[in-house]
């Protein structure tokens, strides 16, 4: 699954990344690296951007962004 | 003047480095463009203990891999051997994420002091840092400071001055190497440092950001509350500014009397004295009594908003139209830049990457009413909404007005930009990551001020150094004659035909016409042309300016007329030229002045006709 599958408020472990370039070194500088967990927290309407929390802070990614991170998910809601 | 060391700040953004910055250097700083560099760098000075320090200001970043020019701006600088130290500013908060740049910039050099900011914050949020097992861990040292209130700073200035001269030498702990991509091995480290140095965990989603986000940004409640929260603003702005704006016209215009008095003194003769005064004075006049109370009233309000952290959330919730359109999501902060002034705005798309998303951006900017449409706004909101709302209601009725016509140009931005983005900007959208900080309490005092001088200063002179030579230029053609009527009255009666069929005359567009140096002075203009011969009458009330307007032939189709056209016209000189050393292409220039015109002239055409329709 990737971030975008993320249901509100779920977890999830960065797997690892599709994303190649620019994107991908950027979304590894942000801290999306393989072992991070990331949490959804907020999404607009209509699913096309989504906030995450990651690593102490709240990053929003376009569907499309988001569908290039593989998570593994984490059971519990904190 | 001779400097005795040269430090670079650095830091990700919202750590509060600018902060920092003009912590140490007070009001000795100034904006330069770095030769070859697109990055506006800050930078000031200060002197501590007999010593002079330079300090430059670089882009905030997450990183150094030089993947944004405001990356490579950073890289560059510290790589180039100039800076004899550099402070990486953190946030105590958040230390994790912040290690990973400073991780980086140990690789480049080893003159490093770590400024470990908002150590308040951290306090509240009961995180506790072992700052000596940091010091140790990452072998260079570690400052902890409360900028926002001076905390630390003193022995900040101390410790990067001894590093920059050499007195105190860090040995930055080389980070293992093992297999892996260089930025996951950093934050492999930096997890381990901040396990080390960290005490107590703050629970995502369970602080005051993450609770005033929830409404926010909600999917329900997160337009309806921005557009309520802009309604306020306009509200404020056009109710607060009345009472000024009457108080300073009163003494501008007596100030013209003594001004006339003084010229008659010194014996200047009247051929002179009557455009001097009835034309350069009286339009300066006007602008500043106009133009000066709603600025002084809307920036800081919007610099407060801005401080507080909520144009990242404005674009979080336009995202889902700027997609829509083909856009990049950071053309909604380009956007709101404008509603400021349009030349900024379109300064700010710099930080757009993909050349071909930033034209969008750049070419769409204008489609929102910047400051200096304002009061055009609000006087046909007011005009238009007094005809049929008395007394305080009508106060109201005009912010609505005007926040109807500022949501047009938004809703025309996103047009415009569609119709961009699928002819001749067609192209893959590039990536969007938008970063949404923490709400911080608005640093009131340095927004004041800082509002005041950067931008309603900046603005009014601007307009003020247009106003008078144009005040000047206009007073000559209303009052050269030639072949029975002045100048003014030709020129307006040649663009009658086409003025009429847009529910306008000829005298707006003329007037629209000679204020392209400024927005501000469209107006005065229109008013000159109107009561031509006698120069600019002293119109302070708005019951006389709607007996003028009504005697020129003026209905509420005009001023609503006027209104589209005020938002839907070509970009003034200044933005043009702004356009121009941006995209550096005559072609996109006149395009971007072509595009809001002829959306402006359909639209009124349109409205006229159909009105004109229905009367029949």
């Excluded at chain 2, 501590?48 to 320090?53: R, S």
């Excluded at chain 2, 801005?306 to 990242?312: I, T, Y």
């Excluded at chain 2, 007394?391 to 500022?406: K, N, Q, S, T």
């Excluded at chain 2, 009255?489 to 140096?517: E, H, K, Q, S």
């Amino acid at each position: 699954m990737t971030l975008a599958d993320l249901a509100p408020g779920r977890w999830g472990t960065v797997h690892s990344l599709r994303a190649q370039g620019i994107l991908r070194q950027r979304l590894l500088d942000l801290g999306l690296v393989p072992g991070t967990p990331v949490q959804l927290q907020f999404v607009d309407r209509g699913g096309t951007l989504a906030a995450y929390y990651v690593r102490g802070a709240v990053l929003a990614l376009r569907r499309s962004t988001a569908e290039q991170v593989l998570v593994s998910p984490q059971g519990e809601l904190l | 003047m001779n400097f005795d060391c040269l430090i670079a700040l650095a830091g990700n953004p919202n750590t509060g480095k600018s902060t920092i910055f003009n912590a140490l250097t007070g009001l000795k700083q100034h904006t330069g463009n770095w030769p070859g560099k697109t990055v506006l760098l800050k930078e000031g000075s200060f002197r501590h203990q007999g010593c002079t320090c330079r300090v430059l200001d670089l882009p905030g970043t997450y990183s150094l891999t030089a993947s944004s020019p405001e990356e490579e701006v950073a890289r560059d600088f510290i790589l180039s051997g100039q800076p004899d130290a550099v402070v990486v500013v953190a946030d105590a908060t958040c230390l994790e994420r912040n290690l990973h740049l400073v991780l980086q910039v140990v690789q480049l050099t080893a003159r490093v002091v770590l400024c470990v900011n908002l150590m308040d914050e951290a306090r509240r949020r009961r995180l506790q840092l072992d700052l000596p097992k940091l010091e140790e861990e990452l072998g260079i040292p570690v400052i902890p400071t409360t900028a926002t209130t001076g905390e630390g700073l003193e022995a900040l200035k101390d410790a990067a001055i001894r590093v920059a001269l050499g007195q105190l030498r860090p040995r930055p702990t080389p980070v293992p190497q093992t297999a892996g991509e260089p930025a996951t091995l950093l934050y492999r480290r930096a997890e381990e440092i901040a396990s080390l140095v960290v005490r107590g965990q703050t629970r995502p989603g369970a602080d005051l950001t993450a609770r005033l986000d929830r409404l926010i940004i909600s999917p329900t409640w997160g337009l309806f509350l921005m557009l309520a929260l802009l309604a306020g603003v306009f509200w404020l702005t056009i109710v607060g500014a009345g009472y000024p704006s009457q108080l300073l016209a009163g003494i501008l215009f007596q100030g013209e009397s003594a001004l006339g008095r003084l010229l008659q003194t010194l014996g200047v003769p009247a051929w002179l004295h009557d455009p001097l005064v009835l034309g350069m004075y009286r339009g300066l006049a006007w602008v500043i009594s106009v133009m000066l109370p709603p600025m002084a009233i809307f920036f800081p309000l919007f610099t407060l908003l801005e401080d507080f952290g909520l144009l990242p959330r404005i674009a979080f919730n336009l995202d889902r139209f700027f997609q829509r359109s083909g856009a990049h999501g950071k053309q909604a902060l380009t956007m709101a830049m404008g509603f400021g002034c349009n030349a900024a705005g379109i300064v700010a798309a710099r930080i757009i990457d993909s050349p071909r998303e930033r034209l969008v951006a750049i070419l769409t900017n204008n489609f929102v009413p910047c400051n200096g449409r304002f009061p055009m706004l609000i006087l046909m909101g007011t005009i238009t909404a007094s005809a049929v709302l008395p007394g305080p209601a009508g106060g109201l009725g005009a912010a609505a007005i005007v926040l109807a016509a500022m949501a047009l140009g938004v809703l025309a931005t996103f047009a415009a930009s569609k119709l961009l983005t699928a002819t001749v900007l067609r192209g893959e959208p590039s990536f969007f990551i938008l970063e949404l900080p923490p709400y911080r309490r608005p640093r009131v005092g340095t927004v004041l001020v800082r509002s005041f001088l950067d931008r309603t200063l900046a603005v009014l002179w601007r307009a003020v150094v247009v106003a008078a030579p144009c005040g000047l230029l206009t007073w000559v053609l209303a009052n050269v004659s030639a072949g029975g009527s002045t100048l003014l009255a030709r020129l307006a009666g040649w663009l009658n035909p086409l003025g009429r069929a847009m529910g306008l005359d000829g005298m707006i567009l003329l007037g629209f016409i000679l204020g392209l140096p400024a927005n501000e002075i469209v107006v005065p203009i229109i008013f000159m042309g109107y009561l031509s011969a006698q120069a600019l009458l002293e119109v302070q009330d708005l019951g006389a300016i709607q007996s003028i307007l009504t005697a020129n032939g003026w209905t509420w189709l005009t001023a609503l007329n006027f209104l589209l056209f005020a938002i839907f016209h070509w970009p003034c000189a200044t933005t043009l030229l702004t356009i121009k050393k941006e995209v550096g292409s005559l072609r996109w220039t006149l395009l971007s002045a072509l595009l809001p015109t002829v959306f402006g002239l359909a639209l009124c055409t349109l409205l006229t006709t159909i009105v004109k329709l229905w009367a029949m």
